[in-house]
């Protein structure tokens, strides 16, 4: 049999609420990403600034692995399609600095998500995994990634259009 995966985030004063979810959205509160991508978004947007530039909240998200499976190796994440409009940025990280576990968000420039544009292509991907995911001694997760959307004062205004983000992985 096939493992099952999940994206998983992290959200909230640490040590956080974990919870899988299908989409991940980058906001201007520190909360879950919804079950849609439009309802959070409209609730909790990230605005065009007068000068200098807005954040949205480092999304804390890493992939979860359920089902039958031996060993999961060789994680990695990057975009795979969507434009990334003018005016705003995406950073994203593996958290590989001391500590290695979840942080609360915060919605100022964000250390641990890298820096500006670093959202990883098929070209540029943002390994993940530090070694085997095996679940007789792990906990099926991969290691965070930090997100954080990055709107400078040249952006346009309105919803942007989905960006598409893949976990990949090695399976037996």
Do not use: C
Not at 18 to 40: C, F, I, P, Q, R
Not at 88 to 105: E, R
Not at 110 to 127: C, H, L, P, R, V
Not at 140 to 153: A, H, K
Request: no cysteine.
């Amino acid at each position: 049999m096939a493992s099952t995966f999940k994206f998983n985030e992290t959200y909230g004063t640490s040590p956080g609420t974990s919870v899988d979810t299908s989409y991940v959205n980058l906001l201007s509160a520190d909360t879950s990403s919804g079950t849609d991508a439009t309802t959070k978004p409209a609730a909790w947007p990230v605005i065009i600034p007068v000068s200098s530039y807005s954040y949205s909240y480092e999304r804390w998200i890493r992939g979860h692995w359920t089902g039958d499976f031996t060993s999961i190796s060789n994680v990695y994440f990057w975009k795979q399609s969507g434009t990334i409009p003018s005016g705003v940025k995406i950073k994203a990280l593996k958290k590989a600095t001391s500590p290695t576990t979840y942080v609360t968000p915060i919605n100022t420039a964000s250390t641990y998500a890298g820096t500006d544009g670093n959202e990883g292509t098929t070209t540029n991907d943002i390994t993940t995994a530090t070694g085997s995911i095996n679940p007789a001694y792990a906990s099926n997760y991969s290691d965070y990634i930090v997100m954080q959307l990055v709107v400078g004062t040249t952006a346009t205004s309105g919803v942007t259009s989905d960006l598409v983000y893949r976990f990949g992985w090695d399976e037996v």
